[in-house]
């Protein structure tokens, strides 16, 4: 999803249940989109959409869901089409966006799917690599982005075999992850490798547990 997509989901919540909101403040409303944002990125908009009213529909409570019962919520398993992709088809991509990166990095990365995304980590990657001399871009840069990217979708493969409150535990704990560092002083999101850390952490645990049954 995109930042404008999380937005529009959070809006459509806080109007939804206005009350819950009285108390909220511009600050804690950014910090909400930031990590919803964060959580988020991983899924298409049309299907956290179908969960949110899904939720809307079933909900008695006159409560405003958390990010994990929305996740909750999808209807099927998603088919997320960078998962489906090979390492130069991502690539690909990902080339395509460096050419127009001098000064459209952040649309360009928007527009990529959300592993490559990942696998790319941010808009001031493609900016810094749009600047390199393409010879290094498509060699050094090239093999780094390709083994990583493969790593993540061999993760978002191995993360849909996980029982469905195993993957709502992933998503809590990353979002308390992001939460906790949102909460320091310099107001700085969590780093990728901490919640990657934290994820494989997690990861490992649930395997252990699941191979003990």
């Known amino acids: 999803m995109k930042r404008q997509e999380t937005i529009k989901i959070l809006t459509v919540i806080k109007l939804t249940f206005p009350n819950a909101f009285t108390k909220t403040t511009p600050e804690d409303f950014r910090l909400m989109i930031d990590t919803w944002d964060e959580i988020l990125g991983d899924y298409e908009y049309p299907e956290v959409n179908a969960g949110l009213v899904s939720f809307i529909k079933t909900d008695t409570s006159g409560f405003p869901p958390a990010v994990g019962q929305i996740i909750a919520m999808i209807p099927s398993i998603r088919n997320d089409a960078s998962v489906t992709m090979n390492a130069l088809e991502a690539w ?122």
């Open 92 to 213: 690909a991509l990902v080339s395509k966006a460096i050419r127009n990166s001098n000064y459209h990095a952040d649309e360009e990365f928007d527009n990529l799917p959300p592993l490559v995304r990942k696998a790319v980590g941010n808009p001031a990657t493609l900016r810094e690599w749009a600047a390199m001399d393409s010879r290094t871009v498509h060699s050094v840069e090239q093999s780094n982005f390709m083994r990583t990217y493969e790593m993540l979708v061999k993760r978002a493969k191995d993360d849909v075999k996980l029982p469905p409150q195993f993957r709502m535990s992933l998503e809590q704990k990353k979002a308390e992850a992001i939460e906790d560092k949102q909460a320091q002083v310099n107001g700085d999101r969590a780093s990728a490798e901490h919640i990657d850390k934290l994820m494989n952490e997690l990861r490992e645990g649930f395997k252990n547990e699941t191979d003990s049954l």
